[in-house]
């Protein structure tokens, strides 16, 4: 998957996104998750998430899922990971340019 963001009037950011992600069933009750993302944002600023993770499903509508993520900034990049995915406007703010993050994240899910 390829994004493009173009900027409102009063805004000069510009970068695009490139998202590649797999899934493979595990043992018939699991399944295992792996997505890579390169960030290029204008100038030399770049971005690239490695996230790993894990689907244990209890029953057909309750699952246990964990995911580990680790975000590296280079050349003044200043993206952060965030509970939607990664942003550099909402979510966790990178602490300065350049600094990479991890992340960890496990729930439980239940359909309704």
């Known amino acids: 998957q390829q994004i493009k963001y173009k900027p409102d009037a009063g ?10 992600g797999v ?3 595990v043992g018939g009750v699991g399944e295992v998750k ?6 290029d944002q204008e100038g030399p ?3 690239h998430q490695l996230s790993l993770g894990y689907v244990h499903n209890l029953s057909k509508r309750t699952a246990l899922y964990g995911t580990v ?6 050349d ?6 965030a509970a939607k995915g990664v ?3 909402v979510g966790l703010k990178a602490d300065g340019s350049g600094r990479n993050q991890a992340g ?8 309704f």
């Open 11 to 20: 805004s000069s950011a510009k970068f695009r996104n490139y998202l590649l």
């Open 23 to 25: 899934s493979a069933p």
């Open 34 to 39: 792996a997505q890579y993302a390169y960030y």
């Open 45 to 47: 600023a770049k971005a």
């Open 69 to 74: 993520a680790y975000l590296k900034n280079q």
């Open 76 to 81: 003044g990049s200043a993206m952060a990971l």
């Open 87 to 89: 942003s550099d406007t």
């Open 104 to 111: 960890v994240q496990v729930g439980i899910r239940h359909a």
